[in-house]
């Protein structure tokens, strides 16, 4: 039986393998497409137009358990590595 979890952007449940796991590193959302990192996780679909509905939604830092705002630069620049041309 496939392992599945909710994207925080769009609310759907997929497959954790197709799902790309965050998780808040001091005040900076990282992503860890290992699944190795310490911390709590949270998952998302590796796109732009998830993370810009979480981002809108406000869901990391409830997502993550943390209290402030936490910058998505990071998170932005590897899903735009990975959504660009191969």
Do not use: N, W
């Amino acid at each position: 039986m496939p392992v599945t979890r909710t994207c925080v952007g769009c609310k759907e449940r997929a497959e954790k393998s197709s799902l790309l796991r965050l998780v808040a590193a001091g005040d900076v959302i990282q992503p860890d497409p290992q699944a190795r990192l310490p911390g709590r996780g949270a998952y998302l679909h590796p796109s732009l137009e998830c993370l810009e509905l979480a981002r809108r939604r406000r869901t990391f830092p409830r997502a993550l358990r943390t209290a402030g705002s936490l910058s998505l630069e990071p998170l932005a620049e590897y899903l735009c590595g990975a959504d660009g041309p191969a």
